[in-house]
């Protein structure tokens, strides 16, 4: 089959010709594509980068709005607190504080050990705001009697004197009032006017809301979003199950190990940049920038699949139009550039027939006016002309036939005639022989003894040379007679 292809197209010079500006066309339209494809690519992964760029810093400034909010009223109250400490006070402060804040999860102010004698040696004011169904409702109460001094919320405050953010924690004590989302805290120290730590003011965010603002992040279709604690550790994921149990290291694609490890430090260097790897097997482009005041920071997760889809349509579509559109040329091409040779084609067959032998069967006259025409033109002026030659050397053969005919006819009769000349010559030399030898004879005869012959003998002997003499002068007068009916 394909020898039979590659076999026609040997064959068919039009349909080589087709494909051969085919094939020009495709390089050069392979080059052009290529490069304007090239360049399409670079800006759509540029504005790709802006793209996620944007929504990373506008998430980032979302979220540092809430933590400004959440610092300047923790700081606000842990400044005022020490004008106000009384057990009540703390309740009231720690509701007021929830109540006039939406956005605050938790408010806890939370004083050194037997710091409220009467109290004994716990006293934390502690306020949960409980979301369910788009209906607030908050609950205030002195919390339990447990160890709050080791909790992260209140201990780092405390070993680093000043306020900070915390990592999220897991806010379930036994017989207490605990919110049953992961926390993030803002804790700020409380002293007196001598400076000595006397207690914490803490507001806590859920961590629910910040994953939500994370995951939210969706610049494509099947784009996602990370954050990342001071360890690591997953704090917002699309896959829950990977909360609090999972860091970036531990959960890298075992084909992108080295580039998300490095991403990972990357990360919780502080930086901010793209890097193109492997997550699940697919390629990926991951934007990451960091929330400096936490620690923390956020990455967002897209499938180059999902960034080019456009370009991937846009390239499938183009090269289906091209494809469709070089065959419709190739079939262009072949009507025109058959259309074109059709007179070489009709030079060809004639060319064939004139090798058979068919000299008379003319072909049109062009009316084109280019080299195709006028070969054809000039080929037909050569038809004609070995035409007319062929004709004329049939009429010289058939006249030299003629000729070598009749040649041959007088060259038979004129061996005839000189069979006949050489028999009647020899024929004549016999029949003038016997005479003359009688002639020759007598004259011996009549030399060696006339005188003793008699006159009836002599007689005799003249009759007979007078009859032989006459029979030789007949004998001549008959071959010049013979002479006359054959002359030369």
């Given at each position: 089959m394909t020898n039979r292809l590659f076999r026609n197209i040997r064959e068919h010079l039009s349909l080589r010709l087709g494909i051969n500006i085919v094939l020009i066309i495709t390089v050069v339209f392979s080059l052009l594509f290529g490069f304007?494809?090239?360049?399409?690519?670079?800006?759509?992964?540029?504005?790709?980068?802006?793209?996620?760029?944007?929504?990373?810093?506008?998430?980032?400034?979302?979220?540092n709005g809430i933590m400004d909010e959440t610092e300047l009223v923790t700081k606000n109250l842990a400044q005022t607190m020490p004008?106000?400490?009384?057990?009540?006070?703390?309740?009231?402060?720690?509701?007021?504080?929830?109540?006039?804040?939406?956005?605050l999860t938790?408010?806890?102010?939370?004083?050194?050990?037997?710091?409220?004698?009467?109290?004994?040696?716990?006293?934390?004011?502690?306020?949960?705001?409980?979301?369910?169904?788009?209906?607030?409702?908050?609950?205030?109460?002195?919390?339990?009697?447990?160890?709050?001094?080791?909790?992260?919320?209140?201990?780092?405050?405390?070993?680093?004197g000043r306020d900070c953010w915390v990592d999220a924690y897991d806010d379930y004590n036994e017989g207490t009032l605990s919110s049953p989302d992961f926390l993030t805290s803002y804790c700020c120290p409380m002293r007196d006017d001598e400076g000595h730590y006397i207690g914490s003011v803490t507001a806590s965010l859920t961590l629910k809301w910040l994953s939500q603002a994370v995951t939210e992040l969706k610049p494509y279709p099947h784009s996602?979003?990370?954050?990342?604690?001071?360890?690591?550790?997953?704090?917002?994921h699309p896959d829950t199950a990977k909360l609090f149990r999972e860091n970036i290291f531990s959960d890298a694609d075992p084909k992108a190990q080295h580039d998300i490890t490095a991403l990972g430090k990357s990360m919780l260097a502080g930086h901010n940049g793209m890097i193109e790897t492997i997550v699940d097997g697919q390629d990926a482009f991951i934007f990451y920038t960091p929330l400096e005041r936490t620690g923390w920071?956020?990455?967002?997760?897209?499938?180059?699949?999902?960034?080019?889809?456009?370009?991937?349509?846009?390239?499938?579509?183009?090269?289906?139009?091209?494809?469709?559109?070089?065959?419709?040329l190739l079939l262009v091409c072949y009507q025109i550039v058959r259309r074109a040779i059709q007179p070489l084609h009709l030079l060809d067959e004639q060319v064939n027939h004139i090798a058979e032998g068919h000299f008379d069967a003319p072909l049109p006259e062009?009316?084109?006016?280019?080299?195709?025409?006028?070969?054809?033109?000039?080929?037909?002026?050569?038809?004609?002309?070995?035409?007319?030659?062929?004709?004329?050397?049939?009429?010289?053969?058939?006249?030299?036939?003629?000729?070598?005919?009749?040649?041959?006819?007088?060259?038979?009769?004129?061996v005839e005639a000189n069979r006949k000349r050489a028999n009647f010559i020899h024929f004549m030399y016999h029949e003038i022989r016997t005479p003359l030898n009688i002639i020759s004879g007598f004259a011996q005869v009549l030399a060696a003894s006339h005188h003793s012959l008699?006159?009836?003998?002599?007689?005799?002997?003249?009759?007979?040379?007078?009859?032989?003499?006459?029979?030789?002068?007949?004998?001549?007068?008959?071959?010049?007679?013979?002479?006359?009916?054959?002359?030369?």
């Open positions: 304007l494809f090239y360049h399409c690519k670079s800006y759509i992964q540029r504005v790709a980068i802006v793209r996620a760029t944007q929504l990373l810093d506008n998430t980032v400034v979302r979220i004008r106000y400490l009384h057990p009540d006070s703390l309740l009231t402060f720690s509701r007021r504080a929830i109540v006039e804040n939406t956005f938790g408010m806890a102010i939370s004083m050194e050990p037997n710091f409220f004698p009467e109290m004994g040696r716990y006293y934390s004011a502690y306020s949960l705001r409980h979301r369910a169904l788009d209906i607030d409702s908050i609950t205030t109460v002195r919390e339990g009697p447990f160890e709050y001094f080791e909790a992260p919320w209140y201990k780092t405050p405390r070993s680093l996602s979003a990370i954050m990342i604690g001071r360890s690591g550790v997953y704090l917002a920071s956020i990455a967002i997760v897209c499938p180059a699949s999902d960034i080019f889809a456009r370009y991937n349509q846009l390239f499938a579509t183009v090269m289906v139009i091209i494809a469709v559109g070089l065959l419709l062009s009316p084109r006016h280019d080299s195709v025409g006028r070969l054809t033109n000039s080929f037909i002026l050569m038809q004609r002309s070995l035409s007319r030659m062929v004709r004329d050397i049939r009429q010289t053969n058939e006249k030299l036939s003629t000729l070598n005919a009749q040649l041959t006819e007088a060259y038979r009769l004129k008699e006159a009836n003998e002599l007689e005799d002997i003249m009759t007979r040379m007078q009859k032989s003499a006459n029979d030789i002068s007949r004998l001549t007068r008959e071959l010049g007679e013979t002479a006359n009916d054959y002359p030369e």
